[in-house]
């Protein structure tokens, strides 16, 4: 490491810690806890109510009776969900009740309906039929879905109850859910800190127990990021595997980056979900292969060394080496650590491939109706009459700013995935820190963000799992991701229901007991 590395170094943590110093004066002390759960149905998993309902030890209305309350509970102080459907859907609960009372389900039916009755949501970005449809921006806040997305379509098939969708940032490009629309989205564990985005109001309410599970969008991070922030688990599945119709501006016709996948309040809901999710292209993936953890060839990663983040810090690396230590306690064989240099190029390699896909961002912005004039923007931001948030405006000129060699993001890029994997193949794990910190203040991101550690696997499409591990000191959730390589997402969903048996799930804010 050289002299001039250490300066740098040594300065940006000084800059953070003025950043830190400055938002704990700014916001206080107070957390502003959310009132304690009184119903525990809303404390349970979707595949455990399901069961419930089937065998009918639990009224569907009930279960989404007891979601509903909860969020009217909660919301007013996580301002998670933005737009809902309670009565359509207690009518819905009700329907299903009868035809269970009445034996007008089939046995094949309820086979095909693991989640029947159980309640859910979507960010809003995700077309749902009658409810907003906005991407958090103004040209749009009139506009509600005609139709649902494929997703939502897949969950309905799958017998769940939409209950509502939640908040997202402006076209969910950033690492918090704020907008001009709808406000902010606050972390429940401490209501001064961001939620993270894009997935911001999902990740919020799943954990506040507004909603068992729900739908999440990876770009750069997007489910990944509130998964953490908000303690609960998250899954970005392998590249063209859920299908994108009706997310944001998808038609499903042209191949992206961004992927749907779960969010959820306990583990044992990741796999049914994401099975759900995949519809067609279940073929693709082993999903319903055993998988003996013992047996995993495992590796792992401490940090990346870019200066660009926040600097990671010891916590954080603490919770790779706590898996880590559990992988070699059960298989007798130390995880081997990885030193991949080229992992600090991160945010230039996501970049080269997000200018692939060649979207308009600042035609999207206007609800492709012409494109945003940066200058007058800014102009009236510093007014006050704009109607994008400083992010916006931040992406609108890091986006004329940034200058990416192709040529060298996509040689990078082919021998970094190439190496990655050679060493994972079909039976191997990489452990990676989630982030540099827990959830962090709220509007602080712009001036301290650590996308790197997301938005690497984005990059080199491979399918990633974000696993909670416990609460800091401070009462925050942490925790690690785990990465396979394509098509392989069984195996970190496997290694992440082996780690809820042993760090325990704190989903679930207040009455939640492992």
Same mark, same amino acid.
């Not at 419930?52 to 509970?73: C, H, M, P, W, Y």
């Not at 961001?194 to 919020?204: I, L, T, W």
């Not at 016709?253 to 292209?281: C, F, I, Q, Y």
């Given at each position: 490491?050289?002299?001039?590395?250490?300066?740098?170094?040594?300065?940006?943590?000084?800059?953070?810690?003025?950043?830190?110093?400055?938002?704990?004066?700014?916001?206080?002390?107070?957390?502003?806890?959310?009132?304690?759960?009184?119903?525990?149905?809303?404390?349970?998993?979707?595949?455990s109510?399901?069961?419930?309902?089937?065998?009918?030890?639990?009224?569907?209305?009930?279960?989404?009776?007891?979601?509903?309350?909860?969020?009217?509970?909660?919301? *007013?102080?996580?301002?998670?969900m933005?737009?809902?459907?309670?009565?359509?859907?207690?009518?819905?609960?009700?329907?299903?009740?009868?035809?269970?009372?009445n034996?007008?389900?089939?046995?094949?039916?309820?086979?095909?309906?693991?989640?029947?009755?159980?309640?859910?949501?979507?960010?809003?970005?995700? @077309?749902?039929?009658?409810?907003k449809w906005?991407?958090?921006?103004?040209?749009?806040?009139?506009?509600?879905?005609?139709?649902?997305?494929?997703?939502?379509?897949?969950?309905?098939?799958?017998?769940?109850?939409?209950?509502?969708?939640?908040?997202?940032?402006?076209?969910?490009?950033?690492?918090?859910?704020?907008?001009?629309?709808?406000?902010?989205?606050?972390?429940?564990?401490?209501?001064?800190r961001?939620?993270?985005?894009? @997935?911001?109001?999902?990740?919020?309410l799943i954990?506040?127990?507004?909603?068992?599970?729900?739908?999440?969008? &990876?770009?750069?991070?997007?489910?990944?990021?509130?998964?953490?922030?908000?303690?609960?688990?998250?899954?970005? *599945?392998?590249?063209?595997?859920? *299908?994108?119709?009706?997310?944001g501006?998808?038609?499903?016709?042209?191949?992206?980056?961004?992927?749907?996948?779960?969010?959820?309040?306990?583990?044992?809901?990741?796999?049914?979900?994401?099975?759900?999710?995949?519809?067609?292209?279940?073929?693709?993936?082993k999903?319903?292969?055993?998988?003996?953890?013992?047996?995993?060839?495992?590796?792992?990663?401490?940090?990346?060394?870019?200066?660009?983040?926040?600097?990671i810090?010891?916590?954080?690396?603490?919770?790779?080496?706590?898996?880590v230590?559990?992988?070699?306690?059960?298989?007798?064989?130390?995880?081997?650590k990885?030193?991949?240099?080229?992992?600090?190029?991160?945010?230039?390699?996501?970049?080269?491939?997000?200018?692939?896909e060649?979207s308009?961002?600042?035609?999207?912005?206007?609800?492709?109706?012409?494109?945003?004039?940066?200058?007058?923007?800014?102009?009236?931001?510093?007014?006050?009459?704009?109607?994008?948030?400083?992010?916006?405006?931040?992406?609108?000129?890091?986006?004329?700013?940034?200058?990416? &060699?192709?040529?060298?993001?996509?040689?990078?890029?082919?021998?970094?995935?190439?190496?990655?994997?050679?060493?994972?193949?079909?039976?191997?794990?990489?452990?990676?820190?989630?982030?540099?910190r827990?959830?962090?203040?709220?509007?602080?991101?712009?001036?301290?963000?650590?996308?790197?550690?997301?938005?690497?696997?984005?990059?080199?499409?491979?399918?990633?799992?974000?696993v909670?591990?416990?609460?800091?000191?401070?009462?925050? *959730?942490?925790?690690?991701?785990?990465?396979?390589?394509?098509?392989?997402?069984?195996?970190s969903?496997?290694?992440?229901?082996?780690?809820?048996?042993?760090?325990?799930?704190?989903?679930?804010?207040?009455?939640?007991?492992?």
């Open positions: 490491m050289t002299i001039l590395y250490r300066t740098l170094q040594l300065l940006r943590a000084i800059y953070d810690f003025i950043i830190d110093t400055f938002f704990e004066i700014y916001y206080g002390s107070a957390k502003n806890p959310l009132a304690p759960i009184e119903n525990k149905i809303v404390l349970e998993s979707a595949c109510l399901a069961l419930k309902i089937k065998n009918r030890s639990l009224k569907a209305e009930d279960v989404v009776g007891a979601f509903i309350e909860r969020t009217k509970q909660v919301n *007013p102080l996580i301002n998670a933005v737009d809902e459907r309670f009565i359509e859907a207690l009518k819905e609960a009700r329907k299903i009740d009868q035809d269970i009372t034996g007008r389900i089939t046995q094949e039916e309820l086979d095909r309906k693991p989640f029947l009755g159980v309640p859910f949501t979507a960010k809003e970005s995700a @077309s749902s039929k009658g409810l906005t991407f958090g921006l103004v040209a749009r806040k009139n506009i509600v879905a005609e139709e649902d997305a494929a997703v939502i379509r897949l969950m309905k098939q799958a017998g769940a109850i939409q209950i509502g969708v939640t908040n997202v940032p402006q076209l969910n490009f950033w690492g918090e859910t704020y907008n001009p629309v709808y406000g902010t989205t606050c972390n429940p564990y401490d209501l001064r961001n939620a993270g985005g894009s @997935s911001g109001g999902e990740a919020s954990a506040a127990c507004g909603s068992p599970l729900g739908i999440g969008t &990876d770009l750069g991070g997007s489910i990944r990021i509130p998964a953490h922030r908000c303690g609960i688990f998250g899954h970005k *599945p392998s590249p063209n595997l859920t *299908p994108n119709k009706g997310l501006f998808s038609k499903g016709d042209v191949p992206t980056l961004s992927v749907a996948g779960p969010l959820t309040k306990h583990v044992e809901d990741l796999l049914p979900m994401l099975k759900v999710l995949v519809g067609e292209n279940i073929s693709k993936v999903l319903d292969e055993y998988v003996n953890v013992k047996n995993l060839n495992v590796f792992y990663i401490t940090s990346i060394k870019c200066l660009r983040n926040v600097q810090t010891e916590e954080m690396q603490s919770n790779v080496f706590k898996v230590k559990y992988f070699q306690t059960i298989s007798g064989r130390a995880p081997i990885l030193d991949l240099d080229d992992t600090k190029y991160a945010m230039e390699l996501w970049s080269y491939k997000i200018k692939m060649k308009d961002f600042k035609h999207n912005l206007t609800n492709r109706q012409g494109r945003v004039n940066v200058p007058i923007e800014y102009f009236k931001y510093l007014c006050g009459k704009s109607e994008y948030t400083g992010y916006t405006l931040f992406n609108m000129i890091n986006g004329l700013l940034s200058n990416v &060699d192709f040529d060298w993001a996509k040689e990078t890029l082919r021998k970094l995935r190439e190496d990655l994997l050679e060493k994972l193949g079909d039976n191997g794990i990489l452990i990676f820190p989630s982030e540099p827990p959830a962090t203040h709220n509007y602080s991101t712009l001036l301290q963000y650590g996308l790197s550690y997301f938005c690497l696997w984005n990059a080199l499409e491979m399918p990633v799992t974000q909670p591990l416990g609460l800091n000191k401070d009462g925050l *959730p942490y925790g690690v991701q785990i990465v396979t390589a394509p098509y392989q997402d069984h195996l969903i496997a290694v992440a229901v082996a780690l809820e048996k042993i760090f325990g799930n704190n989903a679930g804010i207040i009455g939640h007991e492992n």
